[in-house]
């Protein structure tokens, strides 16, 4: 029996959705977010959809590994791994912001092999009528809980039209983007993004989240904006107001200092985002939780490998997430409930996203969680419509690389980026 499902071609289309002006360590969100939308077309005619980063040299790598897959059988995923690893012979992207971490040369194979792994997994759930949950070895849970994600924000990016979210720069516009998000959606838990302002505010404004919200888990991800003796002391002062604090100072052996003098457990989607990461974050006791992300995990199978590691050493497991479409969202969601040691409401970014590239009503929030989708594959159709209208945006907006340092140097030249800052 010959039971191969060939690549006949694939197609990358960078695709580019408004994002407002959301404010981080490193600068500020640009008008625009970048997604690459990758589609692989069989000799059987079944079609598979991935998505993932867009940034130029991430393309360049994306388009390489396109013509290294074609031929290949959609069931040969170990074999595939390798060719892309062969592929890029030990070359090490970068994600221009430095919100992920350190990027080795494993991790670069992971980014790249990520979007094909999930739409090779969309074609053989579809070949097979059964969903990426199912070929992941079966849902443990039928939704999937998110937290809501705050950020600091201005009401719109400058010289722009305002966005639907008004602006959050104080505890209580926090509170109020917090109160909207949760009504809206139902999250159970809410994420701050800090590192925007001195610690004492952004203090003050997880003090406020907790008195508005008493019964909802909180956190707070400064995405390394202080050093250790400033993360231990916001840590300290936030003893009992946490579910957990999410990287708060740079690097393994530092994270493990300030591990071992805060009450809470720390969380982290920066020291630990490749597996050569992990024995030493757990030598050192640097975090006792780790962000997954399989755009950057190398896929979905990879992390529930990351999973089972993390169940083995007693770390627990959240998702880590940037701003992203649909299709990533899907993948999530499929990984998500079949991971059973997913133990914290997921991140995203989705809240902040009024476009996408997919046929809307098949991923709906209900409170705060999201059923994995039923049909086959990920069960997610592309909107060609609006594929190829937010093509043109990319092609029009002049964004090639996610910059929030150098968006937010052009609207105040004195800005620097420095980690830790404070
Ligand atoms: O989108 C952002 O500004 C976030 O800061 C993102 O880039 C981070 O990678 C992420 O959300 C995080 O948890 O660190
Ligand atoms: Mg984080």
Redesign the pocket.
């Known amino acids: 029996m010959n039971d191969a499902l060939r690549i006949t071609g694939v197609t990358i289309t960078p695709v580019a959705f408004r994002d407002p002006a959301?404010l981080?360590a490193v600068g500020v969100?640009e008008p625009y977010a970048l997604r690459a939308i990758v589609e692989i077309d069989t000799d059987q005619g079944i079609t598979g959809l991935g998505e993932t980063y867009a940034d130029e040299g991430h393309l360049h790598r994306l388009r390489q590994a396109a013509e290294a897959v074609t031929g290949m059988d959609v069931h040969a995923l170990g074999a595939m791994y390798g060719r892309l690893a062969d592929m890029l012979n030990g070359q090490t992207g970068t994600d221009g912001?430095g919100?992920?971490g350190v990027i080795t040369s494993g991790g670069t194979v992971d980014r790249v092999f990520s979007p094909f792994e999930v739409a090779c997994l969309d074609i053989q759930g579809k070949a097979a009528g059964r969903s990426v949950s199912d070929l992941l070895g079966g849902a443990v849970r039928d939704r999937v809980p998110f937290s809501a994600y705050l950020f600091y924000k201005w009401r719109g990016h400058p010289g722009a039209e305002d966005d639907l979210w008004e602006e959050a720069l104080t505890p209580d516009q926090i509170v109020a983007q917090a109160r909207r998000m949760v009504d809206t959606y139902g999250f159970s838990a809410i994420k701050l993004?800090g590192g925007v302002f001195p610690p004492d505010q952004e203090i003050e404004a997880i003090r406020a989240l907790r008195a508005a919200f008493p019964g909802l888990p909180l956190r707070l991800?400064p995405?390394a904006a202080w050093s250790v003796e400033t993360a231990i002391r916001v840590g300290r002062e936030l003893d009992g107001v946490l579910e957990y604090l999410?990287?708060p100072t740079p690097g393994l052996q530092d994270m493990a200092r300030v591990a071992r003098d805060v009450p809470m457990p720390l969380a982290t989607?920066?020291c630990v985002v490749a597996f050569e990461h992990l024995a030493p974050a757990v030598e050192h006791g640097s975090v006792r939780i780790v962000?997954s992300d399989h755009h950057y995990w190398g896929g979905l199978h990879r992390s529930k490998l990351l999973a089972g590691i993390c169940d083995t050493f007693g770390m627990g497991l959240s998702m880590?997430?940037?701003?992203h479409l649909g299709i990533s969202l899907a993948a999530m969601v499929h990984l998500a409930a079949v991971t059973p040691n997913l133990t914290y409401a997921c991140?995203t970014?989705w809240a902040w996203k009024t476009e996408d590239v997919i046929e809307s009503g098949t991923l709906a929030f209900e409170n705060g969680a999201v059923r994995p989708p039923q049909g086959p594959g990920l069960g997610v159709e592309l909107d060609r419509d609006a594929l190829a209208r937010l093509h043109e945006q990319y092609l029009q907006c002049g964004i090639r690389n996610r910059d929030?340092t150098g968006y937010m140097q052009l609207i105040d030249p004195s800005w620097a980026k420095r980690i830790p800052r404070w």
Do not use: A, F, R
């Open positions: 959301l981080n969100h912001h919100l992920t993004k991800d995405n999410e990287d989607n920066m962000l880590h997430s940037n701003s991140d970014h929030d």
